[in-house]
């Protein structure tokens, strides 16, 4: 178990359906931050932008991006996520990967789909959410439009350690428009506080193919809502933030908000 964790949000810009184009764009990206890191985030559906076009952008499990992954989980020594456009058993997912330096791939399906841009009509929704391990912190991912539903993003097992659904860190990936980026950054710091958890939220830059702007506004928030990332809206930029669970286990200790939740389970 590592004590501290490092943590490389990547914003980037995303050319609008171009899986080529972005890849190579984010290699380069990485390559030229000389900062190592424990995870790597990357923006939902780094690959293509927010697109409906399932048809012709999906992708099957292990193909080409899926692999891209892997190659840059290994040749960086770090775990690789970000949502991608995957193609499963007859249906289209916006599917977020975690890609370890060892080979293994866990995902997450986005659970709420943006009916206002019809996302509902072109990908079928996640049932389950996913919590994984890197070096000892447990880790939930969500997508996007997700950080608008807090009981999906509750910690719900706050109030005993060694239960499976308590997460030291709530990661949401995004393509969340310059238009509504209060509640962005609103929404980010309301979940750190109330999850007692590390919360980081990474979002793209530049205008995809509909002419919708994204201001980016990446940032990484500690379990009390302070704010620890330093991007500047509207800028290409990757930061790497260093996670303290010291901090945060001192914090749930002194503060134990958890025990006094209400119960009660969700059925997705």
């Known amino acids: 178990?590592?004590?501290?964790?490092?943590?490389t949000l990547v914003q980037c810009s995303l050319s609008w359906e171009n899986a080529d184009e972005n890849l190579s764009n984010i290699k380069s990206l990485l390559t030229s931050h000389h900062e190592s890191s424990d995870l790597i985030v990357l923006p939902e559906m780094?690959?293509?932008g927010?697109?409906?076009r399932t048809g012709s952008l999906a992708e099957e499990m292990n193909g080409k991006s899926h692999q891209w992954m892997q190659g840059i989980a290994v040749e960086f020594n770090s775990t690789v996520i970000g949502s991608l456009i995957i193609h499963e058993s007859g249906k289209y997912y916006n599917r977020l990967l975690v890609a370890s330096p060892t080979g293994e791939i866990e995902h997450y399906d986005k659970r709420h789909l943006f009916s206002f841009a019809n996302e509902d009509e072109h990908y079928s929704p996640g049932n389950n959410r996913l919590i994984f391990s890197c070096y000892g912190w447990r880790i939930c991912?969500?997508?996007?439009?997700?950080?608008r539903f807090p009981?999906?993003?509750?910690?719900?097992?706050l109030d005993g350690e060694n239960d499976p659904?308590?997460?030291d860190l709530l990661v949401y990936v995004a393509n969340w428009p310059e238009a509504r980026r209060k509640?962005?950054?609103n929404l980010l710091e309301g979940r750190a506080h109330e999850n007692q958890a590390f919360v980081v939220g990474v979002n793209r830059v530049g205008q995809d193919g509909n002419t919708i702007e994204y201001s980016g506004d990446s940032a990484?928030?500690?379990?009390?809502?302070?704010?620890?990332?330093s991007f500047k809206s509207n800028e290409v930029s990757i930061e790497t933030i260093h996670l303290h669970k010291e901090e945060l286990i001192s914090f749930r200790d002194k503060f134990p908000v958890g025990k006094d939740k209400d119960r009660f389970r969700l059925n997705p």
């Open 165 to 167: 659904n308590v997460y």
């Open 46 to 48: 780094f690959t293509t």
């Open 151 to 157: 009981i999906w993003s509750r910690n719900a097992g």
């Open 50 to 52: 927010f697109s409906m």
């Open 220 to 229: 990484a928030y500690s379990p009390k809502g302070e704010l620890l990332s």
């Open 183 to 185: 509640p962005w950054m």
């Open 1 to 7: 178990m590592k004590d501290i964790l490092s943590v």
């Open 141 to 147: 991912p969500m997508i996007c439009y997700d950080l």
